[in-house]
């Protein structure tokens, strides 16, 4: 474990640049060194974490065996739907399952025998290469929140989002040195029509981030729509032989799979994207209350659920996808933070890694209403045990409050600062020469300081992680500088970090390209706001 | 790794119940496990916590062996300063070891021989026999902040601590489920004279709680003064030939040990009691900016102080305390939660096994001058990595504000929480055939939920943490009841626990002699404020 540069210079993956894919980007290695150390800015980003140490785990080899076991008993004895989708039960009866109606019944290892020809990791394309990210494998990319109708605006109101929200922490994401992808729905855009937002959405992932960005999954048009702008922006030929889009597949858990997820997950995993098959848990609702039975649920719906995949297109990417929350007994509404989701985070990540599947989990997940200290208690727990198992794909990394109803800016500003600590800390411990320090231990000897010693000097610009957001001063300052709390720091930097924004560079035909195609299919359709 | 109840019955340990020790406590099976579970309230008090995941590692046997023999370096060619301290100098001498001045430099392996007598484990009792707890091996024991000069009180102020604060932090200790110990200075009351006040702050300790507690090393003779309180309390000879009270003895890094410091670890040492020789570190000012270098300059020291001890009683218990924190370069100001201290954490807590010392580190710290988000993030940040090491003894794990310059109540009370998240997450994953729920999958089966299902209902009441201080009710709800943050919560359940706090029962002759005995050395000296 002796320490090299490599793990911070990642010196990007895949295939050669192409029309609609820039060179900008390129880090110098002082930048990036420096962007590794701090909360960092607009510019200096960094590549996803390529991890040194061996992930935490929670279950040993008779626990994992036990647990595998239970769910090859629940996928061959209680099965699992598909719902309103013939061609997926054709598929799965011409594979050799045993399907009763909707019910699919799989013998023993089949699932597992499908899913030999997925891979256990593969790069995501970004139009700029050097964002470019590996999924699998030690490799960590953190992604923005998905999903949330709702944002706290700036001005700390709490109302619908829009597609002005939505290409705000786009804007963010982008700039944040620590999020290595666009992610997807940062939130839902509902002063679009519902059934054109896609079309606004994955546009202003390609337009205003050159990091690689999720695919839209609420109907297999949608989903087409999605493929045929990657292929105005890659190139037809390059999206046929790679992948360049990441796509969420949400399980109806318990043990249901429905036509509005199978659909997209057929139209990815044919045009050969990637699909994250993502049983969504609220245990003791959705999953039995214990972490075990979780657990085992989770990986029934996962084996079945990938598989799938690898019958509609051998080779496809497929992740295991992991959604844990637990429920108030009191209140029935889902809980962050808490011991028991962690436990099947890191449960679930061991299990992953024995399917030999890229895993998904966690982020900076919280049930509290503000961006408060129960808001960085509950993220904190989540990201710490998300990153510590492991993890492959980290949505909800930055952003996410109210249990996933609100984006958040200031949470988000926050969120991307405790997401630079994790990068630093992945970082191998520097045991070179200048790592071990032994000069200026013999330098300064008993009774003095390190302040101003000669190791000190060459090393304190980079020696540790930098916060961009809490305030170390003393309490005096503090006081003079109004008192202010963590939160309002962060709406300050977010209004900061919008106002400096520069749009990365776009092929003007590529642009134009995009723009015809969304025109042609808005007006192929009326609004629909249901 | 099946499940027992074992890691969390805790029988108690040691010797029988004698003078001054309560048999009051004792807990129920289904009150402890209830406990487990919840926030949990006065009564329902948790045993220390008895791992059963193997700690996270930093660091392989290469980079170990490395640090190891850095250390030996460290000591044979710079040496360790036993200052203003004659008989220390005299006790190195005779051991073998070459003493230049006040310079000690000790021949390869000298301070690991010594070391050999040094306990790997040990009990402290508490004269309540339920709270004693375990030192060392796979026990976690936390307690309270320890050292503040200031308080944030419950109207909000920001205050010099007085001798009610402190008994109020003793009572909240007492109270709190998942704190283990009383800890020592909950704060600093400025209020009583400097040269008297451990005799109050000790009694506290006794009379408010039955948890085990610190003593004072801000002088000999008040370290004396600790002893003979523990033997009013204990019994003499129970004292003589048992660890009734642990201290914290810290190196003034780098590489020195004064004149106080040896003075109070001569005396508890002598006595059989147990000393935490913890090494002060804010790295880049008391120690290297790099992660290596402060633990090599860590190990060395420790080594030196520890070995010490055994010098002074061979037998004596002793541990290897590291306090990890690192400094802003731009202010020179303590910064916590961020990556590099705990790698120093995880590092410290392997080279602490290596050398078959029982661990101290970490704690809930945090530079944030309010109970925000800023202080969230920095607390989680350093809990999770100081549980997840294997530390033993957690000093500062409830209550520690401002770099430690301030205890606060609101603080206090979110922390405990936190720490009974930790103790359930430490208990290992229900494998029987209820944690496997294969009946609960089966009753339910595709496409339903389970919240009535029987396994549901049979388990929900200890199935998952319960925050004491989270609100996750709808957004409608916590507008409706005054969109209240964190901090206010924690505050009106301070308030709550104060008014409800009961004392433990304690022997009259014993609190006379007590009482007595604390007059007659007030008495016998005038007040000093210096």
Not at 325 to 328: L, P, V
Not at 377 to 386: H, M
């Given at each position: 474990m002796?320490a090299?540069a490599?793990a ?8 050669q640049p192409?029309r609609?894919?820039t060179g900008r980007?390129?880090r110098?290695?002082?930048?990036a ?8 800015g ?6 996803y974490i390529r ?8 279950l040993d080899?008779e626990g994992l065996?036990?647990i ?5 008993t629940v996928?061959?004895e209680i ?7 013939a061609?997926?039960l054709?598929l ?9 109606g ?6 023993k ?11 256990a990791?593969?790069?995501?394309h970004?139009?700029?290469p050097a964002?470019s990210?590996?999924i699998?494998g030690?490799?960590?990319v ?5 999903g949330p109708?709702?944002?706290r ?12 929200d ?7 994401a ?12 940062v939130c839902?855009?509902?002063d679009?029509p519902v ?7 994955v ?8 990091k ?7 109907a ?18 390059f999206?046929d032989?790679n ?7 949400n399980?109806n858990s318990p043990m249901v799979?429905?036509?509005?997820m199978?659909?997209a997950a057929?139209?990815?995993a044919?045009a ?14 959705m ?5 075990a ?7 029934a719906e996962?084996?079945?659920g990938a598989?799938f995949?690898q019958?509609?297109?051998p080779?496809?990417p497929?992740?295991f996808?992991?959604?844990a929350?637990?429920?108030?007994m009191?209140?029935g ?6 011991p ?5 985070s890191?449960g679930a990540?061991q ?10 989990t966690?982020?900076?997940l ?5 961006a408060?200290?129960?808001?960085a ?10 990153v ?8 909800h990394?930055?952003?996410w409050l ?6 958040s ?8 600062d ?7 800390f ?6 070179s020469e200048?790592?071990?320090a032994m000069?200026a231990?013999r330098?300064?000897g008993?009774?003095?300081?390190y302040l101003?010693?000669?190791h000190t000097?060459?090393n304190?610009?980079t ?11 003393s ?6 500088e109004?008192?202010?709390a963590?939160?309002q720091?962060a709406?300050?930097?977010a209004r ?7 749009a990365p560079p ?11 195609f969304i025109?042609r299919?808005?007006?192929s ?6």
């Open positions: 002796i090299t490599a911070e210079t990642g010196e990007g993956t895949g295939d192409r609609g894919r980007g390129e110098g290695g002082a930048a060194r420096r962007a590794a150390r701090t909360g960092g607009p510019g200096e980003q960094l590549t991890r040194v140490l061996k992930p935490f785990e929670v080899e065996a036990l595998e076991a239970n769910a090859d996928l061959e099965g699992i739907e598909f719902r309103d989708d061609e997926a054709a799965w009866k011409d594979a050799g399952a045993d399907v009763r909707e019910r699919v019944h799989f013998p290892g089949l699932c597992r025998t499908l899913l030999k020809t997925a891979p990791t593969f790069t995501q970004a139009r700029n964002r990210v590996e699998g030690n490799a960590t953190f992604a923005p929140v998905y109708p709702f944002v605006d700036l001005e700390g109101n709490r109302r619908y989002a829009t597609i002005e939505f290409r705000n922490f786009v804007k963010l982008y700039m944040a040195p620590s999020i290595h992808h666009s992610g997807g729905t839902e855009p509902v679009v059934n054109k937002r896609h079309l606004d959405m546009f202003a992932h390609m337009r205003y981030s050159d690689p960005f999720m695919g839209s999954v609420t297999p048009e949608r989903a087409e729509d999605t493929v045929a702008m990657a292929k105005i922006l890659f190139g037809e030929e999206v032989n992948t360049v889009v990441i796509n969420l597949i399980a799979f429905d036509e509005t199978l659909g057929k139209v990815y044919r050969n994207q990637a699909c994250i098959v993502t049983p969504f848990i609220l245990a003791g609702a999953s039995p209350v214990t972490v039975g979780t657990l085992t649920q989770v990986l996962v084996l079945a598989a995949t019958l509609v297109r080779g496809a497929v992740l996808g992991t959604f929350s637990s429920i108030s009191q209140s509404a889902p809980t962050f933070g808490t028991e989701p962690s436990l099947v890191y990540a299990l992953a890694r024995r399917a030999g599947l890229p895993f998904r966690g982020g900076s919280t049930g509290s209403k503000v408060d200290a129960q808001a208690y509950e993220s904190a727990n989540t990201l710490n045990s998300t510590l198992a492991g993890t492959n794909f980290v949505l990394a930055a952003g109210e249990g996933g109803l609100v984006s800016y200031e949470k988000f500003m926050m969120d991307i405790q997401l630079g600590m994790q990068q630093r992945c970082q191998p411990v520097d045991l200048n790592g071990q000069d231990i330098e300064v008993p009774g003095s300081h101003g010693c000669s000097q060459a304190f610009q020696a540790f992680y930098r916060s961009s957001i809490a305030d170390n001063n309490y005096e300052q503090w006081a003079a109004g008192e202010k963590a939160h720091r709406n300050q930097l900061q970090w919008l106002e400096t924004y520069q776009l092929d003007a035909g590529i642009e134009e390209g995009l723009v015809d025109a299919r808005k007006e359709m009326p609004d629909a706001f249901t």
